[in-house]
T-cell receptor, first 115, second 108 residues
Framework: EAGVAQSPRYKIIEKRQSVAFWCNPI?????LYWYQQILGQGPKLLIQ????????DSQLPKDRFSAERLKGVDSTLKIQPAKLEDSAVYLC?????????????FGPGTRLTVT | AQSVTQLDSHVSVSEGTPVLLRCNYS??????LFWYVQHPNKGLQLLLK????ATLVKGINGFEAEFKKSEPSFHLTKPSAHMSDAAEYFC??????WGAGTKLIIKP
């Protein structure tokens, strides 16, 4: 089966610009996650979707970050305006969501550099 | 509140010797526990997960982890390190609380 797809793989922008990332989860996976991984740290969950709905967005900086999942499939994560501290790898993951001990499947990530 | 602490940021072992990566966690209930591996320039991959069926969990590539409620900990071990094990390893609590990672270095 195809894995989690993300694009672009790399993005360089200047501070105060906007940027969007796209994620296509594994077919049939109801749960979708966006993580931010700053160099030298573990991934930090930004937002979790279950089908179309948001399960948890408590760590999403809502003044500049937004995310949506249309029709319960693809998802986009947007940053507007970007700050220097947003430089990180943005990871998308998906899971079946059928039970509590669910394995997450990760995409390759988008490496964002804000200058 | 839940939390996870990986006690070593770097672990260096010689090829063929045992590996021990330590993970302590805090939770008010019995959580789900995972270990993920991230090889250089590759995506995160699940190594193993604790599902409360058994305290000793076997994963891929010869890794295993033991759930110890009394400590509480979920340390990752492997009897004999291989060069291909060089990677970063993350301990995860309840799916979304990630440790800072332990970089495993294998010396030839």
């Amino acid at each position: 089966e195809a894995g989690v797809a993300q694009s672009p793989r790399y993005k360089i922008i200047e501070k105060r610009q906007s940027v969007a990332f796209w994620c296509n989860p594994i077919s049939g996976h109801a749960t979708l996650y966006w993580y931010q991984q700053i160099l030298g740290q573990g991934p930090k969950l930004l937002i979790q979707f279950q089908n179309n709905g948001v399960v948890d967005d408590s760590q999403l900086p809502k003044d500049r970050f937004s995310a949506e999942r249309l029709k319960g499939v693809d998802s986009t994560l947007k940053i507007q305006p970007a700050k220097l501290e947003d430089s990180a790898v943005y990871l998308c993951a998906s899971s079946l969501g059928a039970d509590y001990f669910r394995e997450q499947y990760f995409g390759p990530g988008t490496r964002l550099t804000v200058t | 509140a839940q939390s996870v602490t990986q006690l070593d940021s770097h672990v260096s072992v010689s090829e063929g010797t045992p590996v021990l990566l330590r993970c302590n966690y805090s939770s008010s209930y019995s959580p789900s526990l995972f270990w993920y591996v991230q090889h250089p320039n590759k995506g995160l991959q699940l190594l193993l997960k604790y599902t409360s069926a058994a305290t000793l969990v076997k994963g891929i590539n010869g890794f295993e982890a033991e759930f110890k409620k009394s400590e509480p900990s979920f340390h990752l071990t492997k009897p004999s390190a291989h060069m291909s094990d060089a990677a970063e390893y993350f301990c995860v609590v309840s799916e979304w609380i990630w440790g800072a990672g332990t970089k495993l270095i294998i010396k030839p």
